[in-house]
Every structure is written in C-alpha cells, then in structure tokens.
C-alpha cells in the first residue's frame, strides 16, 4: 500500500525506521537525511514505527 504523504512531509515511514535501528550518531543521521538533530533524536524515542 503507497503512503499519501503531505507535500512537506520530511521523513517517510522508511526513514523513521531506519532511524530507529541504526546505530549511527545523531549528527550523521541528521546530515543524511536533511532533517533537523531534534527530528532524529525525537523518532529514535517514539516506540510506534518498529513493531
């Protein structure tokens, strides 16, 4: 099933699950997605992306 996402969306349900698992500072995953350290550090913590 697509994902109908808004127009300024930033990070998908992809990228919300990465950032979940990996391992990788903060810093590098902010810089490899383009989002803000406070968008990471705030779907690392969030327990409903990874079942």
């Keep these: 099933m697509a994902q109908i996402l808004h127009k300024r969306v930033t990070t998908t349900h992809a990228i ?7 391992t990788e500072s903060v810093t590098a995953l902010s ?3 383009c989002i803000h350290p406070k968008t990471v550090r705030k779907w690392r913590h969030w327990a409903a992306v990874v079942p």
């Design 16 to 22: 919300r699950t990465e950032i979940q698992r990996s």
């Design 31 to 33: 810089r490899r997605y």
